[in-house]
């Protein structure tokens, strides 16, 4: 019995304008090579998730992308962020995330990027409150507008009693005007 494969939840949309990077050696296969082309590899990674994360951003900034979308928010995911089908593979060792390693340039890159995502991922939450509150306004204001068209009719109801001596029952006439 061997340990169950952890499913993968995360959503990454795929379209025609989703950019696809060549296949690449990784995993057992990089580490097989010498280490220059092996240094080459892993710049070229990080080279290949900024430029994903860039058409990220410009997604999301048209609109073309849910909330759920995918984006490495730390250092620890942007290392592991892995998609075989876009050519995404992660990054060797975690020390090639370490800020103050020889990858530190790309890394910062990173971190510039990550706050432009997270900026935009969040601002459209923030539009959405801001109209959330607006229609709960409304909604209040068109809930007192019809306590106040209520009362108005029940006032004229007791009047025609008043009047005609006969009871008018308020629902009985909401049904008739409906009608």
């Not at 997604?59 to 050519?87: C, I, K, M, Q, V």
């Not at 995404?88 to 090639?96: A, D, F, I, M």
């Not at 459209?124 to 068209?149: G, I």
Request: aromatic share 10%; charged share 35%.
């Amino acid at each position: 019995m061997g340990r169950k494969k952890k499913v993968d939840r995360r959503i990454t949309t795929l379209d025609e304008w989703t950019p696809r990077f060549p296949d690449a050696p990784h995993g057992r296969e990089k580490n097989k090579l010498p280490d220059h082309e092996r240094e080459a590899l892993t710049v070229e990674a990080f080279r290949r998730k900024l430029e994903f994360m860039d058409y990220l951003l410009n997604r999301r900034l048209r609109g073309d992308l849910p909330d759920t979308e995918y984006w490495p928010t730390n250092p620890s995911e942007f290392h592991a962020w892995e998609h075989e089908d876009l050519g995404l593979y992660k990054l060797g060792s975690k020390s090639t995330v370490s800020p103050n390693g020889k990858y530190g340039a790309y890394l910062e890159q990173y971190e510039k990027k990550r706050k432009k995502l997270e900026r935009a991922f969040r601002d459209e939450v923030n539009d959405y409150k801001q109209a959330n509150d607006a229609l709960r306004k409304t909604n209040d204001a068109l809930a007192q507008q019809n306590a106040y068209l209520i009362y108005s009719m029940q006032k004229i109801c007791d009047e025609l009693y008043l009047v005609t001596g006969r009871r008018t029952n308020l629902l009985d006439l909401l049904d008739e005007v409906r009608r």
